[in-house]
């Protein structure tokens, strides 16, 4: 079969419009045989040179038409896209200027309400229709008393306060009344007959800043029967009193966000929140500070309550559900920066959330006076091979300007906290003992620590004295994986968590990754007295294992998927060291035996002669 040839169109239109002619008159093209060259072909030089004919022939006409530039595409490096953006802002730069200082221009505005009357107010919060006349300033913003305003007589925006308006473009004071929900009835007679007074002054506290407003109170002039609003009126409506007698109301969303603020920078204190809240009370034209002892005592009083509401709703703030009902693994640590001033602010008061988190110190004291009275222990540090150092055993408190010395930690494989306890001697063994005793409720498969090559001796030697606390040895010792490097190797081959069956990827080490969060919050408790430290640390800790509970199908679904690739690699990679050495399974088996053999007698002797 002869290879057909079709000889390809020119690139001029004169042969173009031959060409389509030749197809309207029904004649074929032109064949050539493959050993026939082509006598008015010529081959272009470039592949350019190509494909600029072949667009000629397919009827751009380039002559007539303009190429239009191709649009800017972003780029791919960071550095140049953050140079394009500034060089963006510094050409608008100028605009902006304008456009604010127009901003504060005052021009004379029509009433948005009535459309009458010469604008005399300007409010913030109610766009888009921000101008209002005197008098639809005063209907409107009867009812609406936390806007924020600003009068426009005087020539210039002046920030007013919910209790000053404009009367005959004049400043004028006010009454504004707290935005409550008040009974349609407060005796048998007419409702026509109730009048709303104004009560108290108080000072409400929102994300705005304070406000100085007064309290409704309703009085029936038939019979004389009178209400004013209690505490429990103010908590449907969303407040909460600083006092029984609540002169001064704050707004539940302040409580919400300074809470919300503490988790994202757990190092604010709550002088600086305030600070920031009186900044606002400034800029909107008021004034009035926020007392912070108040303050704090309210939103600690309000987290109680929400916490006694949770437990009527069976809610536990430290119980992992992904651990529930038996537990893999706990990490136990301590956080030496979790320390108190003996100066610090002296209060009789007790914490709110006393033993909830942080175990009651008198019965860790009795506890770790039982174990060291009943105990033969050796004063000193633990050390691994020369390399790690750690926790200590000593029964002598610390005699510095400090209080607690800081905080013991435990833990779940999630970065749950579990419990904790405060510290007077340093890290001794008895407070993890503790802690482990403590837990031992829950059946628990392995106790992670970064010294467990020394205190799991330590746990034998005590259970010897003390027998109820045998069953302790039911968990196995998990040495965490990263400290483990520190570690003598042969302690790392014996004890460390890399090499425990049934572990899997547990790394013992989640402590760590609480202790980073904590130990931003330690900024502030430790100036705080006895009490604010316990309950600000229960309240982090509850916050922290909240957020944990939210995301823990998200992380328990990747952490499968992680096991699972990992596990594949693993097996491939056993299996290319089988072929590679030509051994077999058992005798893979036999080394690994060996190994742990070896370990084991060198770690057992060292211990004995500790």
């Given amino acids: 079969m002869e290879n057909v040839v079709y000889d390809r169109p020119r690139s001029s239109r004169n042969q173009m419009a031959s060409h389509s002619y030749s197809r309207k008159a029904g004649a074929h093209p032109r064949m050539l045989d493959s050993s026939v060259e082509l006598t008015n072909y010529c081959p272009p030089d470039t592949v350019e040179t190509f494909l600029e004919e072949l667009n000629h022939s397919q009827g751009d006409d380039l002559d007539d038409q303009e190429t239009a530039p191709a649009p800017p595409r972003a780029s791919s490096d960071w550095s140049t896209r953050k140079s394009l953006l500034s060089e963006r802002w510094e050409k608008e730069r100028a605009c902006l200027v304008n456009t604010m200082v127009a901003q504060q221009n005052v021009t004379t505005q029509i009433c948005q309400q009535c459309g009458i009357s010469p604008a005399a107010v300007r409010c913030r919060d109610c766009r888009p229709q921000p ?22 007589i005087a020539g210039f925006f002046q920030p007013l306060p919910p209790t000053t308006c404009v ?7 006010c009454v504004c009344i707290v935005p409550l929900e008040m009974p349609k009835k407060i005796c048998s007679c007419s409702p026509g007959s109730l009048s709303v007074n104004t009560g108290k002054v108080v000072a409400v506290v929102t994300m705005n800043g304070r406000y100085d407003l007064s309290m409704p109170e309703m009085k029936c002039e038939a019979c004389k029967t009178t ?35 503490k988790m994202a920078a757990p190092g604010l ?3 600086a929140f305030l600070r920031m809240l009186d900044q606002r009370t400034l800029r909107f034209g008021r004034i009035g500070k926020i007392t912070a002892d108040s303050f704090r005592k309210s939103f600690l009083e309000w987290e109680a309550v929400r916490f006694e509401v949770d437990k009527i709703c069976r809610e536990e703030h430290f119980v992992c559900p992904a651990c529930t009902p038996d537990m893999l693994a706990v990490s136990v640590d301590g956080n030496r920066k979790h320390y108190r001033f003996k100066n610090a602010a002296r209060s009789e008061e007790k914490a709110l959330f006393d033993g909830i988190f942080i ?9 770790v006076d039982y174990i060291h009275s009943t105990t033969n222990h050796v004063s000193g540090r633990g050390v691994c091979g020369g390399e790690w150092s750690a926790a200590r055993e000593t029964s002598q408190k610390s005699s510095s300007k400090i209080d607690e010395e800081g905080l013991e930690l435990a833990v779940c494989r999630h970065g749950v906290f579990l419990t904790a306890l405060n510290m007077f001697r340093g890290e001794i063994y008895a407070y993890p003992l503790y802690l482990q005793n403590k837990l031992a409720n829950t059946p628990i498969s392995f106790f992670a620590m970064d010294v467990t090559c020394k205190y799991w001796p330590y746990l034998n030697k005590v259970t010897k004295s003390c027998p109820e606390l045998q069953h302790l040895l039911s968990m196995k010792p998990f040495l965490s994986v990263f400290h483990a490097k520190a570690h003598d190797f042969k302690c790392e081959v014996k004890w460390s968590g890399a090499y425990q069956q049934g572990a899997g990827l547990t790394l013992g080490e989640e402590v760590e990754q609480c202790n980073a969060f904590l130990s931003r919050i330690a900024v502030t408790t430790k100036h705080m007295s006895k009490a604010g430290h316990t309950d600000m640390l229960t309240l982090m800790a509850m916050r922290w294992n909240q957020q944990k509970f939210n995301n823990l199908a998200t992380s328990l679904a990747c952490r499968y998927q992680k096991a699972t690739k990992r596990l594949e690699s693993q097996l491939q990679d056993l299996e290319s060291m089988r072929i590679q050495l030509a051994v077999t399974q058992v005798e893979v088996e036999g080394w690994v035996t060996d190994i742990k053999e070896w370990a084991e007698a060198t770690t057992s002797q060292k211990n004995a002669r500790s």
Wanted: proline fraction near 3%.
């Fill in 131 to 152: 101008f209002f006349c005197a008098d639809c300033d005063v209907s409107i913003h009867r009812n609406h008393v936390f806007h924020n305003r600003d009068a426009t």
């Fill in 167 to 173: 009367v005959e473009r004049a400043l004028s004071q």
């Fill in 227 to 261: 209400w004013s609003p209690g505490v429990d009126d103010l908590v449907r409506n969303d407040y909460w009193p600083a006092t029984l007698h609540f002169s001064t109301v704050y707004s539940t969303d302040v409580f919400y966000s300074y809470e919300e603020l």
């Fill in 269 to 271: 204190s709550c002088q």
């Fill in 359 to 367: 175990a009651k110190d008198d019965e860790v004291e009795r506890f």
